[in-house]
């Protein structure tokens, strides 16, 4: 059972700000800025300009922080349920539901006319169509109610790729997609990998996320399967982006480590060998992108 949330007034001043940074999921947000930066690069063919990249990176900060605290005042019922969430500022109560929500929004208007005024306003609208898509499409429908959940609401996380290469060519290519086709792979395997440790949280708060309502065998079967896919479409990259040796041999190695530890999850779907891939799928996917800067760079 959760404890009831703690008066606002208990709370300081410097509790209350690190509370609304919370509600902006900084560590989330700083795998989004990874495939957002060396994606420019790509585009660029070179290094883009650094005060392009400074207001890109400010604006996807803001309409991403801004699209995970509406999530986290949609999910203040099931955060109360579950003990990886407990500690999170609307289930602890540093701020009401109000004023996180108002919180969000102004900070996505301030996205919105930030990028529309210093980088370009079809970046602009990708960034905000993401927080659309995510509250929406996945947290309001999706998260509750399929197994499909983190694959298909995954699509948000991987719009960032699309907001850096507009950025720099203020267009869309096969570039852009197919790196937006390897966040979206690379998201399943990423997440339930974590899902596998905390499976039983998801069943209290009877969200159906993949390894609590599927058996540990079946979700490191399907692990391996958006593994293999992933990597099939970072070696796509390579011919459609023109990238070259570089990275090609870094996506084969790396991405090879990546299926060695899908398949030990398969051999032996614990906890423990859930945790080693999710750890490394961190790893893996910050490599892979600063791979293509090198790769532009040399």
Known sequence: MSAPPIGQSTFSRRERVAGY????????????????V???????????????MVATVVGGTLA??????????IDRDI???????LHRPLVRGVMSPRAA?????????????WLYATVNLLSAL???SATFFYVFVYSLWLKRTSTQNIVIGGAAGAVPALVGWSAVTNSLDWAPVVLFLIIFFWTPPHFWALAIKYRDDYSAASVPMLPSVATLAETARQISIYTVVLVVTTLVLAPVADLGAVYVVAALVLGGLFGALALAVERDPSERAAMRLFSYSITYVTLLFGAMIVDVLV
């Open 64 to 73: 991403a922080g801004g699209a995970n605290a509406i999530n986290m005042v």
């Open 101 to 113: 929500l108002t919180f969000a929004i102004v900070i996505e208007v301030v996205a919105f006319a």
């Open 126 to 128: 990708l960034a905000v």
């Open 21 to 36: 940074v919370a509600l902006t999921k900084p560590r989330i947000i700083e795998l989004l800025l990874v495939t957002t």
């Open 38 to 52: 060396p994606t420019m690069f790509v585009a660029e063919r070179g290094v883009p300009s650094v005060w392009l």
């Open 79 to 85: 955060d109360a349920l579950m003990d990886r969430t």
